[in-house]
């Protein structure tokens, strides 16, 4: 059997979740293990973790590490539930570590091994893989591109994994690697973008000239882990005599790496409790919420139950942050709610730029591509649409063969490099419940979506030898009262079946057919029945 492959876990036809496998001569490397964000209709559902069990498939390959390329959580939010089966060393930045060690710790994972990366150091974790981290531009310090080397008297394979990016400086590092990458696996968030991609200096050009002419209080939302964009900010304030505080608790965790890191200067910075010692023009407030996430800071006070402040009018409120697919609605609603409370809004919409991309575009994905000239080229991190683009783009380029995978394919190779791609069967996706951590399985998930799209009938049966009755209630299904005609017919239906000599078994199929039966026929649904019997009695 040929061990020599790269396999497809998460992040390959989706937005999150990211996560490869790279093994050679049945020696595995885990490349991040990240979630996804539910959308609104994920029936309490809060992350989405991979697929693990495609890699407890490969029964002959022995996992020797986890490297972790930077602190997101669509790129480190599932490790804890990977540590569970494979107790090995995770190596990641230094600026990453604390923020993973504690939430590893609140999930219930109380010592793993935590191997502190830096730019441009080389890493031995066995006889076989040795691997150089080098340091990229993206929205979060200390952000890795991974050159994994595997090495035997016989046998070379270079791996290149440029995890989340966008053009830098960085490539003329990455151009020494020239010529010894045999497979480079890349982010393709940015893909279907052409244009060019914003630099912070521009942004903060920006937000210097929208705080010149804002006269009261002025709140950025972004996403929590982006202490650059928060850096960016706090000079720009600075530089207008505000101060900035910081609200949210991912936000606030952040922030405070971010400052024991050295990567943000406290100059400026006050607690949120001394703001109503400045002037509102004088107040800058870092938010969470840039999504529209439920308990989010500022979805709090779109809903007026923050306990600290209150949105008023002359209020301007920048959203300086992409939107997630599948948050659209969440973020349309709470704007509305802050507008509707004298709020202005300034967004990717805006003429004014608010918001780089840490992701490479379509040109800075080539560029790259050329500067590595790999053998094979493998997009990742996107949905399909978007790894087709960039598997377009570089095809075009007719300097090195592309491959497209999803979600548990894997590419096959031989010493020669002759590669195979061989389908897999599809991946089922875990679910981590809301707000209790909760793992949630595929059959408590589908009976999550069947009630919720068809409701629950409940219906409670006392049989005895003197007395017999049943009562039901439903839920989702129809109106809240149900109409009296139908529920006269339904009595009827029951009562006939409770005089009937039916056993336990007849008994309740019966009432289970006459229940959906007539559901159906009034609501056009068939609820999920559950029922009840009670026997008293000989």
Not at 277 to 299: C, F, M
């Amino acid at each position: 059997m040929n061990n020599n492959f790269i396999k497809a876990i998460g992040g390959f036809g989706e937005f999150g979740g990211n996560c490869t496998l790279i093994s050679v001569n049945g020696h595995g490397i885990i490349i991040d293990s990240g979630i996804m964000f539910s959308s609104d209709d994920s029936n309490g559902i809060d992350k989405i973790i991979p697929d693990f069990s495609l890699i407890g498939a490969e029964t002959e390959v022995e996992i020797d590490a986890v490297i972790i390329t930077h602190s997101h959580e669509d790129h480190t939010g599932s490790l804890y539930e990977l540590l569970k089966t494979y107790k090995v060393p995770v190596y990641l930045s230094s600026y990453a570590i604390n923020p993973v060690r504690d939430y590893l710790f609140e999930s219930g994972i109380k010592d793993p091994l935590l191997v502190p990366i830096n730019d441009k150091k080389s890493y031995k974790i066995n006889d076989f893989f040795t691997f150089t981290a080098i340091e990229v531009d993206h929205s979060i310090p200390s952000t890795h591109c991974i050159f994994l080397e595997f090495k035997t008297i016989n046998e070379r394979y270079g791996f290149l994994v440029t995890g989340d990016f966008k053009k830098g400086t960085w490539y003329d590092t990455a151009a020494q690697y020239s010529g010894m990458i045999d497979f480079m696996l890349c982010d393709s968030t940015g893909s279907m973008s052409r244009a060019q991609n914003v630099t912070e200096v521009e942004l903060l050009d920006s937000f210097e000239k929208i705080m010149e002419s804002a006269q009261g209080r002025i709140f950025f939302t972004l996403f929590s882990s982006n202490a650059e964009r928060m850096k960016t900010i706090m000079e720009a304030a600075a530089r207008h005599q505000r101060h900035v505080t910081v609200c949210g608790r991912g936000a606030e965790k952040h922030f405070s790496n971010a400052l024991d890191c050295g990567v943000i200067a406290p100059s400026n910075w006050i607690p949120s409790e001394d703001l109503g010692k400045y002037d509102e023009n004088q107040q800058v407030i870092i938010i969470t919420g840039s999504q529209g996430e439920p308990n989010s800071a500022l979805n709090r006070l779109s809903l007026s139950i923050y306990p600290e402040f209150k949105i008023k009018p002359g209020d301007l409120i920048i959203f300086s942050s992409r939107i997630i697919p599948g948050r659209e609605l969440a973020i349309s609603r709470m704007q509305d709610r802050l507008l509707r409370l004298g709020a202005e809004i300034i967004d990717w919409t805006s003429p004014d730029h608010v918001h780089t991309s840490g992701h490479g575009y379509k040109t800075d994905i080539t560029d790259l591509v050329q500067v590595i000239i790999p053998h094979i080229f493998i997009p990742q991190h996107g949905t399909l649409r978007h790894l087709k683009e960039s598997f377009k783009a570089v095809s075009e380029l007719g300097i090195c063969e592309s491959c497209l995978i999803e979600n548990s394919d894997k590419v096959i190779f031989t010493k020669d490099r002759d590669v195979e791609i061989v389908k897999g069967p599809g991946s089922t996706n875990g679910w981590v419940d809301s707000p209790s951590g909760v793992f949630i399985s595929k059959a408590h998930m589908n009976e999550r979506r069947k009630i919720g799209a068809r409701g629950i009938c409940i219906v409670s049966i006392v049989v005895s030898e003197t007395y017999n009755e049943a009562s039901f209630r439903w839920y989702g299904t129809g109106n809240d009262q149900i109409d009296p005609k139908i529920e006269k017919e339904l009595n009827k239906m029951l009562k006939k079946h409770l005089i009937s000599d039916y056993s336990e078994d007849e008994l309740e199929r019966a009432v289970r057919g006459t229940v959906s039966d007539v559901f159906k026929r009034n609501y056009g649904k068939k609820p999920i029945i559950n029922i009840f019997i009670h026997k008293f009695g000989a």
